[in-house]
């Protein structure tokens, strides 16, 4: 079964260094999505990614993140100057286009832990 | 701005059936019941949509009620592997983003 995958599974950066996170979609969807889960909280929508524009963020997502598709197969997510704050699981989910009246289910990766320090 | 309601936890004797409620009461017509799962600190894991219909898959089954502002997942026979945090999420036709609740956290006991 294709699945998402994420590399690398585990970060450690300082305080005010850039970070990107990687993902591979799976191949034939078109949709893209970042998530985070703080250590014992919820997990929280960042932003969806599609035609290599964001559809929608998140207040979270603010000027320090950005996304990019660089090579029409990996998805990245890039923080540009982390803060202890962003120490979190960081989820890549990619899904197909819904068309307007269905809907497609999001499939996860199973994520890269940022430690900032 | 949850959607759903769900008890935060729930445990279930190994080999029988989990039964997971939640609640949707404000729920519109154009919009679909997920349910994923989320097991130690993994990605979460989609189970099962529907829209009004109950559905069936390998993982579990799912019923809604004929006013929709219920459901229940459920998984007919739990194992120990089943043990994870369910979240119940309900999300508008055509629409992209998924939102996260707090879900249940299931313990299937031996």
């Known amino acids: 079964e294709p699945e998402v995958t994420q590399t690398p599974s585990h970060q450690v950066t300082q305080m005010g260094q850039e970070v990107i996170l990687r993902c591979v979609p799976i191949?034939?969807?078109?949709?893209f999505y970042w998530y985070r889960q703080i250590l014992g909280q919820k997990v929280e929508f960042l932003v969806s990614?599609?035609?290599?524009?964001?559809?929608?963020k998140s207040e979270i997502f603010d000027d320090q993140f950005s996304v990019e598709r660089p090579d029409g197969s990996n998805f990245t997510l890039k923080i540009r100057s982390t803060k202890l704050e962003d120490s979190a699981m960081y989820f890549c989910?990619?899904?197909?286009?819904?068309?307007?009246?269905?809907?497609?289910?999001?499939?996860f990766g199973n994520g890269t832990r940022l430690t900032v320090t | 701005d949850a959607k759903t309601t769900q008890p935060p936890s729930m445990d279930c004797a190994e080999g029988r059936a989990a039964n997971l409620p939640c609640n949707h009461s404000t729920i519109s017509g154009n919009e679909y019941v997920y349910w994923y799962r989320q097991i130690h600190s993994q990605g979460p894991q989609y189970i099962i949509h529907g829209l009004k219909n109950n559905e069936t898959n390998e993982m579990a089954s799912l019923i809604i009620t004929e006013d929709r502002k219920s459901s229940t997942l459920i998984l007919p026979h739990a194992t120990l592997r089943d043990t994870a945090v369910y979240y119940c999420i309900v999300r508008v036709a055509g629409n992209n983003d998924m939102r996260f609740g707090a879900g249940t956290r299931l313990t299937v006991k031996p």
């Open positions: 191949s034939n969807h078109l949709y």
């Open positions: 990614f599609y035609n290599n524009e964001i559809s929608e």
């Open positions: 989910a990619s899904s197909t286009t819904p068309g307007p009246l269905g809907n497609s289910p999001l499939h």
